[in-house]
């Protein structure tokens, strides 16, 4: 599930996909329930961000944020560790980034954003699933591909013999010109 928050405040809120946030909200009794959510899309300039989490069922936060209105109040601060863009090698050939679960989020904000920007090198993301009814943004994924894909593959495997195992490779390219005028002629 997405979480979509806006600072209220006057506080900076530029952050970036791999940027952890710990997230807050109050309750019966008062008390302040956190938890630390790594933020998946930063918008700095609408004081915006997203998380995407897993709702766990009989969690003590996931479900409560999940049943939040647009009125409901969310405490957050931070930030925490270095959003991924920093983390990446300038001299690195091809970057590969690899997930599991909800740890898709930041790495799929890191490459929406990169690829927005104008990344050249080649992008490879794995993303493993326990269980293929845990995949998520698939149709975000896809729209990205759509863009900027050359190869897409869903691998299945069973590493136990009792549980299958998912992962989802997405391989994105920039276009050039000359490649993107090809395609259209193509249509």
């Known amino acids: 599930m997405w979480i979509s928050l806006e600072a209220a405040d006057d506080g900076a809120a530029e952050f970036q996909p791999g940027h952890v946030l710990g997230l807050g909200l109050k309750t019966n009794d008062s008390t302040l329930m956190r938890h630390a959510y790594t933020v998946s899309r930063g918008e700095p300039s609408a004081r915006r961000f997203e998380h995407l989490y897993r709702v766990i069922s009989g969690g003590r936060m996931s479900p409560l944020l999940a049943q939040l209105s647009t009125a409901d109040t969310v405490f957050f601060h931070g930030p925490f560790h270095t959003p991924i863009e920093?983390?990446?090698?300038?001299?690195?050939?091809?970057?590969?980034?690899?997930?599991?679960?909800?740890?898709?989020?930041?790495?799929?904000?890191?490459?929406e954003k990169a690829l927005r920007e104008g990344e050249a090198?080649?992008?490879?993301?794995?993303?493993?699933?326990?269980?293929?009814?845990?995949?998520?943004?698939?149709?975000?994924?896809?729209?990205l591909a759509g863009r900027h894909q050359r190869q897409s593959r869903l691998i299945k495997?069973?590493?136990?013999?009792r549980r299958e195992h998912v992962v989802q490779l997405q391989y994105f390219q920039r276009r050039s010109l000359g490649e993107q005028r090809a395609d259209h002629k193509r249509r």
């Open 86 to 111: 920093q983390e990446i090698q300038t001299d690195a050939e091809h970057i590969l980034l690899i997930s599991t679960g909800a740890g898709i989020g930041p790495l799929f904000g890191y490459v």
């Open 121 to 143: 090198r080649p992008v490879s993301l794995y993303a493993g699933f326990r269980e293929e009814s845990h995949t998520c943004l698939r149709a975000e994924l896809d729209a």
């Open 157 to 161: 495997s069973r590493a136990t013999g």
